[in-house]
């Protein structure tokens, strides 16, 4: 079936570290999304990739789509402590649809 | 997002009884979702509705059932709580054009 394998699962990091997590499809995705869920919060959508190979920069943060669309990941500049939390990826199949099947998300942990 | 609210937020119940978790929107979206927050599972979509009259059952619908009520509200109940039914849920909404999704706080449902 459809889904995504995100790494890792979880992740320490000393402040000023960089973080990167991933996400692989077996299959072709339309596009795919990112979400931050803070610990006891919900999630917040954070961008959505369509197009093979974008690249999107959010100050800190850095959104990759690959060339064949199966995989994506987001990388974290020097980490800060308002960083932590869990991120999900979110992937999107085909046109016809508006589901979105989620990574089991990377929980990141910064210490000061 | 105060725009999407759940109802409770939190419940205890017991096995066997018959429950209903409430969403409400003030976006305007067509596009209601119900999904599962197990820890190391992620997010897994229970239900989602692309308008009042389409409903569509997601990875994990057994056991579950929804009702979409108006554009703006859609009711998950559980016909017969059991105890793996203890996770924490969340309703969210999303626009045709961006597809971005937006959470509400969840519901914290436990089951003994």
């Known amino acids: 079936g459809q889904q995504v394998m995100q790494i890792p699962q979880y992740q320490h990091v000393q402040e000023g570290e960089d973080f990167t997590t991933y996400c692989n499809s077996s299959?072709?995705?339309?596009?795919i999304q990112w979400y931050k869920q803070r610990p006891g919060g919900h999630p917040v959508f954070l961008i959505q990739?369509?197009?093979s190979g974008e690249v999107k920069k959010q100050k800190r943060l850095t959104f990759q789509f690959g060339e064949a669309k199966k995989n994506s990941s987001l990388h974290i500049t020097a980490t800060q402590t308002t960083d932590v939390g869990t991120y999900f990826c979110?992937?999107?199949w085909g046109s016809g649809t508006y589901k979105y099947i989620f990574g089991t998300g990377t929980r990141l942990k910064v210490l000061a | 997002d105060a725009d999407v609210t759940q109802t409770p937020r939190n419940r205890i119940t017991k096995t066997g009884k018959r429950i209903m978790l409430e969403c409400s929107q003030t976006?305007?979206?067509?596009?209601m979702y119900w999904y599962r927050q197990d820890p190391g599972l992620g997010l897994r979509l229970i239900y989602y509705?692309?308008?009042?009259?389409?409903?569509n059952k997601g990875e994990i619908s057994d056991g579950y059932s929804v009702s979409r009520q108006a554009q703006a509200k859609f009711s998950l109940s559980l016909e017969s709580a059991i105890p793996n039914q203890t996770a924490l849920y969340f309703c969210?909404?999303?626009?045709?054009?961006?597809?971005?999704?937006?959470f509400g706080p969840g519901t914290r449902l436990t089951v003994t």
């Open positions: 979110a992937g999107r």
């Open positions: 969210a909404t999303s626009d045709g054009d961006t597809y971005e999704q937006y």
């Open positions: 990739l369509v197009k």
């Open positions: 976006k305007g979206h067509d596009r």
């Open positions: 509705s692309f308008d009042v009259k389409d409903i």
């Open positions: 299959t072709t995705l339309s596009n």
